[in-house]
Structures are given as C-alpha cells and as structure tokens.
DNA sequence: TTATTGTACGCAACCAAGTTGCATTTGTCA
DNA sequence: TGACAAATGCAACTTGGTTGCGTACAATAA
C-alpha cells in the first residue's frame, strides 16, 4: 500500500481519493482485476468515478510501470501491481487465482529461440486454467 | 483442408459454402485469426456471412474440437485449427507469428504444483510478445 | 493563506465486438 | 421429392473501451 503511494510520488501523480482507493485495492487483491471488478470495488470506497476516469488512470499506471495488463483466457484485460516474477494458475468456474513460482529455464529455450530468428522478446503470457480443489 | 472437411463429416456437420471456405483460410493461415480478420479474408472467397453466423459456428467448431481459442496479450479472440503443441512469438508491430517448440519440463513444473493444491489443469496460455526481425 | 496552473475528472456521444430472439433458407436423408 | 433439423440472416441490444471537451482540484509558489 504505502509502496504504490511512494511509487505516485515518485512519479510526480497526485494523491487522489481515487488513487488512493486503488492502492488499496490492488494491494489486498489476490488476484488481478478487470475494470468492471475495480468499478464495483470502488463502490465500497464510496467512490463511483466515471469510467472514462478509470481507463484513462490505468494508462498512466501502466506507463509509469505501477501496473501491468494480465491476460487470462478470455478476452478481457486484467491489471495487478508489478512485483515477482511469478504465474497463475486460474480456476475456471470461480475465477480463483493461486500464484505459481517456477525456475525460468522455459523462459531461457524461448529467450535462445527467439534469438534465431533475430526476435526481440519484451513480454509474455504463461498462464494456466483448470478447476480448482473446490469446484472439482 | 481435407483433414478439416474430414473432421466436419465425423461430427456430422453439414458442408456449407462457408464451412468449405473456413477450413481453407484456416489451414491456409500462418497464425491464429481473429473473427474481423476471418469476415475479410471470407470476402476473397466471395462470401459476405453476418457476423452472427460466424460467432456460431466457431461455438461449433469449439464444441467438435476443430478448432480451438488462442490469446494473444491482448483482448481479442482468435483460433487455429486443432494440431500440434506449440507455442507462439508473437510481432507486437506487425503481428508476424513465428511458431516455437520448447520441451515440456515447464508444464511439468507446472502441473506438480497444481497437483499440490489439488488444482486440475486444463489448459495454458504460453505465448510471447516482442518485435521481429524486421521491425526491431 | 490565496492565486495559479496543469493534472485529474466527469459527461455525453460514440465505436467495435459479441449476444439474443426470431424468422427464413438450405443440406441431408428417407 | 418432401420433411425436418441444422444453418443462416437480420435487427436490436449489451458491454468494454475510446474521444473531445469543459470543469474541478491537488500541488506549488507568492
């Protein structure tokens, strides 16, 4: 929480009620979040800013690599603090989300592959579906 | 082609003018497509089907296991024809995909640590992003 | 404390992807 | 060839996301 507020700061953002909020959000969040989720979180914050607001904040979070985009399968676009390096593992039917750690040696065959065909890797998505203990 | 067309006859699916196109484009494609990308590359097959149509019978197509969903770090849908295992590099510029065969190893990490929390896996996204050779 | 200024925000209108209900057409098989 | 279910089209709608523009407000300096 005070580690996104020193990363606003650090960036020149202003403190907001709406930045605030959601540095605590993403901060308790155990799991990345589309914005319709953050919306309705918000609501207990007794904010309700536009949308337009929202969208447009996460750019510049994006930007300024507070947050990043998450991808699961589907089409929408999740966001959760940069921190570790880890991955999901997400279950399909209640959207549980448990984080996975594992050694990069994968990330290496890729990052050797790549190099062949002169690709320049920047960023990836490995993540993994499934049913979690309670909804099997 | 033929193994497509082969595939809508075992799960009794009718051969329609659109069926025969889309196991074209699809055994054609190079990459995974998009729903905007199938409608226009259709119309070089002189066929103008409402998007409606399109949307269904990929519902099929998912259902029969001809084709399957495949996200890239964004949020749009696109789909391959069911075969290999592979992953994807993927040209953020030009949207060039370059196909990678890695060992399995990670997947088996992966699925270790599902098995511990009692996770049952399905499916994974492991794609990645960067630039080509030519755009970089 | 107040004045200033650019950042942050709201609103309305819009766009594109995807969905739903219902009516019509068409492939297949008897 | 006729009958029927599968496939298709159309219109209307929903949802996620965007754009332009005017207003509010946090931070800084006086």
């Keep these: 929480m005070e580690y996104v507020l020193r990363k606003y700061q650090a960036n020149s953002l202003r403190l907001t009620k709406l930045r605030e909020a959601l540095a605590g959000i993403f901060c308790q969040a155990e799991k990345p979040l589309t914005v319709p989720e953050i919306l309705s979180e918000l609501k207990k914050y007794t904010l309700e800013p536009n949308k337009t607001t929202v969208y447009r904040e996460f750019e510049i979070l994006l930007k ?7 991808y699961f399968n589907d089409d929408k676009k999740r966001y959760e603090i940069i921190h570790e390096h880890h991955h999901h593992l997400v279950c399909k039917k209640c959207a549980k989300v448990i984080k996975i750690d594992c050694d990069q040696s994968f990330e290496l065959q890729v990052e050797r592959q790549a190099k062949k065909s002169n690709f320049v890797l920047e960023n990836s998505s490995m993540e993994f579906f499934g049913k979690c203990s309670k909804c099997n």
Tied chains: 1, 2.
Excluded at 64 to 70: F, R, S, T
């Design 64 to 70: 300024n690599k507070i947050l990043k985009e998450v």
